[in-house]
């Protein structure tokens, strides 16, 4: 399957959505001829965040078969992480075992290389998994845990001055190195005020949602929000057809965060530019 080239009109529409203008770039949407796995893909989307599990599920079943009219391999994994979630959620289970196996056998019986056979059989296996209710599977992100006794801000001031000694522990810069490693191995009543300290000035999208996660595990729901929010706003497409931040409903842990209230703010959020 050949990569398909998104016209102008397309990209504009996904723009629009991006915005957050989401009733207007519908109705530009619909106004548009052709394109059909592309437009499935936007409308499974506007879908997952609003709450209409009918509208993504039957989307998705329609337009990711054809993933292969795209680039990147993330807008696969996130939209079956959101079909799985929203299939138990909904009692939609048998349903999304069948896609699953439609899905993986059309692959099978098409003419792609052995590698790719190989990753949709991986994902297929642990989405069915994933449907019977098990965990910690080789698909789902690593679990992050509150940490009472972890290492403290000199221990971690001394690995910046090793490995990173242009840096400095109070500044937005080392910060942005320090993170990932306070939010695993530090006290997290510490690693928190650490992160709110740059939080404003912080770029990796990947420390906001750690902090979301983590804001989430200790039951503080509106810093956990405000966490997601700064990653929502600074949130930016890999294709022209992703309008939202998939990849939160990979994050377990994120899921009770993640009302139908919370996912039509963020829908409604303007974000990023492709």
Not at 244 to 260: K, N, R, V
């Amino acid at each position: 399957m050949n990569i398909v080239k998104i016209p102008k009109k397309l990209r504009d529409v996904s723009e629009t959505l991006r915005s957050g203008q989401i009733e207007s770039g519908l109705e530009q949407l619909e106004q548009l001829t052709g394109f059909e796995p592309q437009k499935a893909i936007i409308r499974a989307e506007i879908g997952y965040f609003r709450g209409d599990c009918e509208t993504a599920m039957t989307n998705d079943e329609n337009g990711l078969p054809y993933d292969g009219q795209w680039y990147s391999g993330n807008v696969l994994s996130e939209h079956f992480f959101a079909y799985s979630n929203t299939a138990l959620i909904s009692g939609n289970v048998s349903r999304a075992q069948a896609f699953y196996k439609g899905f993986l056998s059309g692959k099978e019986k098409s003419n792609l290389p052995e590698h790719s056979i190989k990753m949709y059989r991986h994902q297929v296996k642990n989405h069915l998994d994933k449907l019977k209710g098990e965990k910690n599977l080789a698909i789902d992100k690593k679990q992050l845990r509150v940490v009472k006794h972890g290492k403290q801000a000199d221990e971690f001031a001394a690995q910046l001055k090793a490995y990173r000694p242009k840096l400095t522990f109070d500044s937005r810069e080392g910060a942005e190195y320090l993170l990932h490693f306070t939010f695993e191995e530090g006290t997290t009543d510490e690693s928190l005020p650490y992160y709110e300290k740059f939080a404003d000035q912080i770029a990796s999208g990947d420390h906001h949602i750690h902090a979301g996660r983590l804001y989430q595990l200790i039951g503080q729901t509106e810093k956990a929000k405000a966490a997601i929010m700064r990653f929502v706003k600074n949130w930016h497409p890999v294709e022209y057809i992703q309008i939202a931040p998939m990849i939160l409903f990979s994050y377990e842990d994120l899921q009770p965060l993640l009302t139908i209230e919370f996912k039509q703010e963020i829908l409604q959020t303007p974000k990023g530019k492709y």
